[in-house]
């Protein structure tokens, strides 16, 4: 049994802006940029187990040298294991009923992309490269800096601020910021046609393929317009924010079994507590015993590496540790 089978394997969503962990039906945002072992570390602080190996969705326009950096990076991180699937896959693994027909919108920051399902397979796709998140934070920015007079903001540090507008506004209808307020109505009138250009596309998949279900993912879902109009459009139109990072957790679940691993989990404290009654009975003991003893714990742990389902050894030391303990108390 390999160490991808005794310890919790995550999934990634690589994002441009933010990218988000994943661990069985658990999704959470995770750090800017794409940093390994900060996302390892915080994999174990949210997840509460220990994380070696991981499954990551990366874009198909990621070329074989970026993938290969990933990959070295993380196992400079300390991932013994990494897997690295499209976000095509990621969805499939993610979908339920994958034999019917089902079209998915992954709204995200870098890129919108359509994506229609059939008999578990890609059947058509669309990009629309120029209307995403991205794209939003610079039209926002540029209404800004006019709008305000804010030209002497170097433009990196305005679209940072764009964005931080644009998930605010997703929360709240107004903001202030530097003596300015800021309306969630100024943002959605700026990319209202944007969305509805979207939305006239995703209508087009509708009308030729009639989809049993229609699926939306991605951050920018979190916008109310975007809501709104895809609703308006798709009365039962679903909303998933997690989706690609849910579908990499599933590919994930494969690479190891929860129940194998709550097995190694629970012979391992057997162990520890076997150790723990030996060091308490050490005096009632000889050498030979105690050798011995001890000989047969440390065979056992590395013994159930490779098959941990097996327990009869830890189920006679511990009949046997029962056993001299009763003694003891008697004598």
């Known amino acids: 049994m390999s160490i991808t089978d005794l310890n919790a394997n995550v999934g990634i969503d690589f994002g441009t802006h933010t990218s988000k962990l994943a661990y ?3 999704a959470v945002e995770s750090l800017e940029g794409f940093d390994f072992l900060a996302l390892r570390e915080k994999s174990e602080i949210y997840f509460d187990e220990p994380v070696f190996s991981c499954v990551v ?6 070329g074989r040298h970026q993938r290969e950096d990933l990959i070295f990076n993380s196992k400079k991180s300390g991932f013994k294991y990494i897997d690295l699937i499209s976000s095509d896959e990621a969805i499939l693994n993610a979908l339920e009923d994958k034999n019917k027909k089902i079209l998915v919108y992954d709204f995200g920051a870098s890129k919108s992309e359509i994506i229609f399902f059939e008999d578990g397979k890609v059947l058509d796709k669309e990009i629309i490269r120029d209307v995403s998140g991205s794209e939003f934070d610079k039209i926002f920015a540029s209404w800004l800096r006019e ?3 804010l030209s002497l903001i170097k433009e990196n540090e305005m679209l940072a601020q764009a964005e931080k507008f644009k998930c605010g506004l997703s929360l709240k209808d107004s903001l202030t910021w530097r003596g300015i307020e800021i309306t969630r109505e100024d943002f959605e009138r700026l990319i209202f046609f944007s969305v509805r250009r979207a939305a006239h596309t995703v209508e087009r998949f509708i009308n030729c393929y009639a989809p049993e279900k229609f699926i939306m993912t991605g951050g920018c879902i ?5 809501r709104k109009i895809f609703t308006e459009l798709n009365s039962k139109t679903e909303f998933n924010k997690n989706l690609i990072a849910l579908g990499t957790a599933v590919k994930a679940g494969v690479l190891s079994s929860k129940k194998s ?34 000989f047969l714990v440390r065979q056992t742990e590395g ?7 097996d327990t009869a050894i830890i189920n006679l030391m511990e009949n046997l540790v029962k056993e001299i ?5 008697q004598n």
């Open 222 to 226: 979190e916008i109310p317009v975007v």
């Open 57 to 62: 969705a990366v874009p198909d326009s990621l």
């Open 303 to 309: 013994f159930l590496t490779s098959s941990p389902n």
């Open 147 to 149: 709008r305000f007079s």
């Open 261 to 294: 691993r709550a097995k190694h989990k629970n012979t391992a404290e057997r162990l520890s507590k076997l150790r723990g009654a030996l060091i308490e009975l050490e005096d009632l003991l000889t050498r030979k015993q105690k050798d011995r003893l001890y």
């Open 24 to 26: 069985e039906d658990k």
């Open 325 to 329: 303990s009763a003694s003891a108390s």
